[in-house]
């Protein structure tokens, strides 16, 4: 049985782990204007970074885009996959169909949907003007970044709780109404802790994906609007500085799985608690 791990384990660590250590390799070069990258073993690529205010900023600018489209997706998430376990019959497949398709579409295309709809010509604006209302400007501020990525995560974080949440008997929820608990008391203390593995699971995918977006923040938040994926892109295409680029990813890859880790063993603690 173990043989058969042997294929997947091989293509796993040619396709992930191998350029992994290749670019942490890098990381620990220097950056010559003329040879582009000069070999050496040292950490100044990475003490330059957490010592520069820019990439502090947009490390925390990052962290909090992310938290904010995470608890987002999970507050609207949560109803949606309640109502997609509970459904029962051909409604629940296409329900599922219909919250599957937009994970069909790119985030590229998906942004430029949301270009269309939201620039200062779009069809939002020209509904305004059409009603004598002045145009808004909705385009490149953070508030239209936020609903880019949420749009882009939400179907992760239905699909997560969804799966968790079936597997919740109905019998439970009917005891807790037959001894007079309100709907509410019933949701707090007896889906919402049964559910805890889903809305970990969920908040941990749906973090890393905030974590590491990049043509949703390019493309509705501007020049002015940074993170850190767009940031790591800069260094490797446009200033060719593969070295600090390096170090920004694994900067990036280092907090995204700290912060995962650390926040999927509290909520499991509490969850082994309960």
């Known amino acids: 049985m173990a043989a058969l791990l042997v294929p997947a384990l091989m293509l796993v660590l040619a396709v992930m782990v191998a350029p992994m250590v290749l670019l942490f390799r890098?990381?620990?070069n220097l950056y010559s204007p003329t040879d582009l990258m000069?070999?050496?073993?040292?950490a100044q690529n990475y003490v330059a970074a957490v010592a520069d205010p820019y990439y502090r900023e947009v490390?925390?600018?990052?962290l909090r885009m992310a938290f904010t489209?995470?608890?987002?997706?999970?507050a609207a998430g949560f109803p949606a996959a309640y109502v997609l376990a509970r459904m029962g019959g051909r409604w629940k497949a296409w329900l599922t169909l219909l919250t599957v398709f937009p994970l069909m579409v790119g985030n590229v295309v998906r942004a430029a949907g949301w270009m269309a709809l939201l620039g200062n010509t779009g069809a939002v604006n020209a509904g305004l003007k059409a009603?004598?209302?002045?145009?808004?400007?909705?385009m490149y501020t953070p508030r239209t970044v936020v609903l880019g990525?949420?749009?882009v995560v939400l179907p992760y974080m239905?699909?997560?709780?969804?799966?968790v949440i079936e597997g919740i008997p109905r019998s439970v929820e009917e005891a807790g109404l037959n001894l007079g608990a309100r709907p509410f008391t019933v949701f707090r203390r007896v889906v919402l802790p049964l559910s805890l593995p889903g809305v970990?699971?969920?908040?941990?995918?749906?973090f890393i994906l905030c974590m590491n977006a990049y043509a949703t923040p390019v493309l509705l938040g501007g020049a002015q609007f940074k993170m850190m994926a767009p940031a790591v892109y800069d260094q490797f295409v446009r200033t060719t500085n593969w070295p600090f680029g390096g170090a920004l990813a694994f900067i990036l890859l280092t907090v995204t799985l700290g912060l995962t880790l650390a926040g999927s063993a509290l909520l499991q603690r509490r969850y082994r608690a309960r």
């Open 26 to 28: 890098y990381s620990l």
């Open 69 to 74: 489209c995470t608890l987002i997706a999970l």
């Open 200 to 206: 970990i699971a969920g908040s941990a995918l749906v």
């Open 38 to 42: 000069v070999s050496a073993v040292t």
């Open 59 to 62: 490390l925390a600018a990052t």
């Open 131 to 138: 009603v004598g209302i002045g145009g808004i400007e909705l």
């Open 158 to 163: 239905i699909l997560t709780l969804a799966a």
């Open 149 to 151: 990525i949420v749009t």
